[in-house]
């Protein structure tokens, strides 16, 4: 390679370098903002959780539509996938993607909602029902976002289109650990709400049991599809960095060969144009 394609290789590295770092700079900074929402939100989910189960446990012949066993036969099966929406995450998205197809190869899905563009047109493409029409941010989780997913799932479940939905995010247990998980989100089972519930007596629900129980479970349930917005997002950043470390760690080792094989070169160069000025010195004293 001669001296300029070198130079030219040189600079390029040199830049995808500052992109990474810079990449690296900024989701090193956002993971904070993530934490924070996380830890935020959390104790408005457990006391609503808990709510649930105070009234599960106080009326327990109470039923509710959101409740009711569904059987795992039907056909009217409904998928909620969260991903990333850009890229320089490593393999965060094929993670997400591999076991979106494993679940949809076992488990044949009717309806299909993914956020991320990525994730979304992959599925599209290998023809599976996505609605290419929803197509909502995840960066950074808002609660409006959780609010419209919850109100567009149940509608579905209480109108009979679908009859099961379950999720696939990434659950966050430390920063070398991430799992994609596969989790059942509707309808939900009694098993889940096992907070032990406040001793106070003449206890009473109005209008009724089963409107509070709705009431609080959709609450529940927006507030649960917020926690796995943020761990998705948490994940993202924390693969992200993880990315562009390695990324920015590679682009120096490759400077440094570069840069030792430019100077070779340039050191050859030097040597020969030496060479060729003292043979021609030589060649002219032999003349005289």
């Given amino acids: 390679m001669n001296s300029p394609a070198l130079i030219h290789r040189i600079n390029s590295v040199k830049q995808t370098v500052q992109i990474s770092n810079a990449q690296k700079l900024i989701a090193t900074s956002q993971i904070g903002k993530a934490r924070r929402l996380f830890a935020q939100s959390k104790p408005y989910h457990d006391r609503i959780a808990g709510a649930v189960a105070e009234v599960l446990r106080r009326c327990p012949e109470v039923t509710s539509r959101y409740v009711e066993h569904r059987s795992e036969a039907s056909e009217r099966r409904g998928l909620l996938v969260l991903s990333a929406n850009r890229g320089l995450a490593g393999g965060f998205d094929n993670n997400i993607i591999h076991l979106a197809e494993k679940t949809?190869?076992?488990?044949?899905?009717?309806?299909?909602?993914?956020?991320?563009?990525?994730?979304?047109?992959?599925?599209?493409?290998?023809?599976?029902?996505?609605?290419?029409?929803?197509?909502?941010?995840?960066?950074?989780?808002?609660?409006?976002?959780?609010?419209?997913?919850a109100e567009k799932m149940s509608a579905m479940l209480l109108q009979g289109k679908i009859d099961l939905f379950d999720i696939i995010y990434t659950n966050y247990v430390s920063a070398v650990r991430m799992e994609p998980v596969v989790e059942r989100l509707l309808p939900l089972s009694r098993d889940i709400f096992n907070a032990p519930g406040e001793n106070r007596d003449n206890f009473s629900f109005e209008p009724s049991p089963e409107v509070v129980l709705e009431s609080m479970i959709l609450k529940y349930l927006k507030g649960y599809l917020y926690g796995c917005l943020t761990d998705t997002w948490i994940c993202e950043l924390t693969s992200r960095v993880t990315a562009m470390d390695s990324a920015v760690r590679n682009g120096n080792d490759m400077l440094a060969s570069l840069s030792l094989i430019y100077n070779r070169t340039r050191q050859a160069a030097i040597t020969q144009e030496i060479t060729e000025i003292v043979a021609g010195a030589a060649a002219l004293g032999g003349d005289d």
């Fill in 104 to 149: 949809l190869e076992e488990r044949p899905a009717a309806y299909v909602i993914v956020l991320g563009h990525h994730c979304r047109s992959h599925l599209a493409n290998k023809g599976h029902p996505v609605d290419m029409e929803y197509d909502q941010p995840l960066e950074p989780p808002a609660m409006f976002t959780a609010r419209e997913l």
